[in-house]
């Protein structure tokens, strides 16, 4: 595939995923390689290329003398980080983010548990680090840098748990905090008292506290749901 092949790849992706995710072709429908070649005016080759991803995400099934079949929500990877993507850029971002922050409710808490236990002396140096750039990157505006620490911030709990589950979940993480910060689902500046307890957690975890850094985890999640009940009610 030449690069510019893999730039039209990577655009039809990005439109048949959302339009699926979004339900432009809603569960059932069946897309035809030669239709959609024509209207993104790209070669079969790109569009079959384009596909064989969605069907690795189980958007999609193919079938010869069937074509492409768009699946059941309920057999998507809905884990994978493009499809999170994807659907919080659609119209039910609302409830894909309560979703995705139930979710991390239920998991990062116990992971900090673990990584008190767990963490490495270098884990728990860059955790501090993480949480002191979000402290450094919490006023004026400054979203996107915030976001970098805030991702590293959690990628290290994850990982530092030592649970090769949790460890995983670091790219879904990453896809929340990226949707919420890119589609505006966060106050100008960060909430102070979240990121006071990003800092709290770093030395609960630091000082090997299990019990601390859970509970306080718990809040910073706690405090993700209230947010999400004022910015995307």
């Known amino acids: 595939m030449t690069s510019q092949d893999g730039g039209l ?10 339009a699926i995710t979004g339900g432009e072709y809603p569960p059932g429908s069946v897309l035809r390689t030669d239709a959609l070649a024509e209207r993104f005016e790209v070669s079969r080759s790109v569009i079959r290329e384009a596909i064989r991803v969605l069907e690795a995400m189980r958007l ?4 010869r003398r069937v074509g492409v079949t768009v699946r059941p929500i309920e057999e998507w ?11 919080l850029a659609g119209a039910d971002r609302p409830r894909q983010l309560r979703s995705l922050t139930v979710l991390r409710s239920a998991v990062e808490p116990v992971a900090a548990g673990l990584a008190a236990r767990n963490c490495t002396p270098e884990e728990c140096a860059a955790l501090t680090e993480a949480a002191l750039g979000m402290v450094a990157t919490s006023h004026g505006r400054r979203l996107e840098a915030y976001l970098v620490h805030d991702v590293e911030f959690h990628r290290i709990v994850l990982t530092a748990s030592r649970n090769e589950m949790f460890a995983r979940l670091g790219d879904v993480v990453a896809a929340i905090l990226t949707g919420r910060t890119r589609h505006q689902v966060m106050f100008e500046d960060p909430d102070p008292a979240a990121v006071t307890l990003h800092v709290q957690v770093a030395e609960a975890v630091r000082a090997r506290d299990a019990a601390r850094a859970e509970a306080l985890t718990r809040e910073i999640t706690v405090g993700a749901l209230h947010e999400l009940d004022v910015l995307a009610p």
């Not at 999609?60 to 079938?63: A, F, G, L």
């Not at 990877?77 to 659907?87: A, C, E, F, L, Q």
Request: positive net charge; without cysteine; charged residues 25%.
């Open 9 to 18: 790849h990577g655009r039809v992706l990005d439109h048949l995923g959302k």
């Open 60 to 63: 999609v099934s193919s079938r």
């Open 77 to 87: 990877n809905v884990y994978d980080p493009s499809v999170i993507g994807w659907r």
